[in-house]
């Protein structure tokens, strides 16, 4: 089965820091892959997704970036973190479009300082 | 956007059915729906999907109205875990993009 490995699982920066945060899929090749935030509340917000490595979309304008180097590594960056960045991230993967379940990491909690 | 609409909450005591609703009257036909559940602080948790026709598992069931542009999740016999929010999900064919709503917030009450 397909399981989603995410972290870290919580963090605590300074604002103006620089952020990673990586998330890596088995069980399955060729994924798509999700970036959510969820700042208060509920409501995931979606940021970023791919359909393969390097292909990245970005669904809102926001100071963090994403990359896809490798079939089953997301990563979420920033190279400086602004108050508003606080959140609950997550990752998610999902199978071929239209099919699948979806699979969640268990989330980063982000705080920035 | 999202391109779902679920009622914000709803309440249901425990032991009896949850039925939560959910309208997608813009999905197209290969679009699939499904269905998540949230606890406070944790990832998602998958709980059923479907195209068209009704499914049920050994959590929940889903019934699709014909012209699918609407569908309700049952929990049949609800329990205070139940309690969480409940994400009704259109997955596109076109550019992968996975759009949440704001969930529908189910409260179980004893």
Redesign the interface.
């Known amino acids: 089965s397909q399981t989603i490995h995410q972290w870290p699982a919580t963090l605590v920066q300074p604002v103006g820091s620089p952020l990673s945060l990586e998330c890596t899929v088995e069980g399955t090749s060729n994924p798509n892959l999700y970036w959510y935030r969820q700042a208060a509340g509920r409501g995931l917000q979606l940021l970023f997704y791919s359909v393969g490595i390097g292909q990245i979309s970005s669904e809102v304008p926001q100071n963090l970036s994403a990359s896809r180097p490798q079939d089953r590594q997301f990563i979420l960056s920033s190279k400086k973190l602004l108050l508003s960045d606080s959140g609950f991230y997550l990752c998610a993967g999902g199978g071929a479009l239209g099919t699948g379940e979806l699979f969640f990491g268990e989330g980063s909690r982000l705080t920035v300082l | 956007d999202a391109k779902t609409t679920q009622p914000p909450s709803m309440d249901c005591a425990e032991g009896r059915a949850a039925n939560l609703p959910c309208n997608h009257s813009t999905i197209s036909g ?3 729906v ?1 269905w ?1 559940r ?1 606890i406070h ?6 709980i059923i ?1 479907g195209l068209k026709n009704n499914e049920t598992n050994e959590m929940a069931s889903l019934i699709i109205t014909e012209d699918r542009k609407s569908s309700t999740l049952i929990l049949p016999h609800a329990t205070l875990r139940d309690t969480a ?1 409940y ?1 009704c999900i259109v ?3 076109q ?6 709503g ?2 529908t ?1 189910l409260s179980v009450k004893p």
């Open positions: 290969n679009e699939y499904y998540y949230q602080s944790q990832g998602p948790q998958y999907h929010v994400y997955l596109y064919n550019g992968g993009k996975l759009i949440f704001q969930g917030e």
